[in-house]
Nanobody, 117 residues
Framework: QVQLVESGGGLVQPGGSLRLSCAASGGTFSSYFMGWYRQAPEKERELVAS???????TYADSVKGRFTISRDNAKNTVYLQMDSLKPEDTAVYYCNAKNPWTMRNYWGQGTQVTVSS
């Protein structure tokens, strides 16, 4: 059973930075598709950034050039570096892992990111 634990959320002023971490256990981490999603109040959960097959990455248009996803397979951890944060980035951020063979999704518990002055 894959377990994901996010950390690194918090309150930050506009223009600031945060780095989210997602520690994974219980699966073949290096083979899984990993990603970050977010959900703002009264909005649907949306993709922020993800790794698909090979080293390919995908970013939401709203975060391109500001956010960077990375992973450390030795530490079973995926990161989301968020720079130049805006109030509209305020949301609960969720880590996602997808088994590439079964396509089953696993989710972390979420971490709150609030961008406000």
């Amino acid at each position: 059973q894959v377990q994901l634990v996010e950390s690194g959320g918090g309150l930050v002023q506009p223009g600031g930075s945060l780095r989210l971490s997602c520690a994974a256990s219980g699966g073949t981490f290096s083979s899984y598709f990993m990603g970050w999603y977010r959900q703002a109040p009264e909005k649907e959960r949306e993709l922020v950034a993800s790794f698909s097959s090979a080293p390919s990455t995908t970013y939401a248009d709203s975060v391109k050039g500001r956010f960077t996803i990375s992973r450390d397979n030795a530490k079973n951890t995926v990161y989301l570096q968020m720079d130049s944060l805006k109030p509209e980035d305020t949301a609960v951020y969720y880590c996602n892992a997808k088994n590439p063979w079964t396509m089953r999704n696993y989710w972390g518990q979420g971490t709150q990111v609030t961008v406000s002055s």
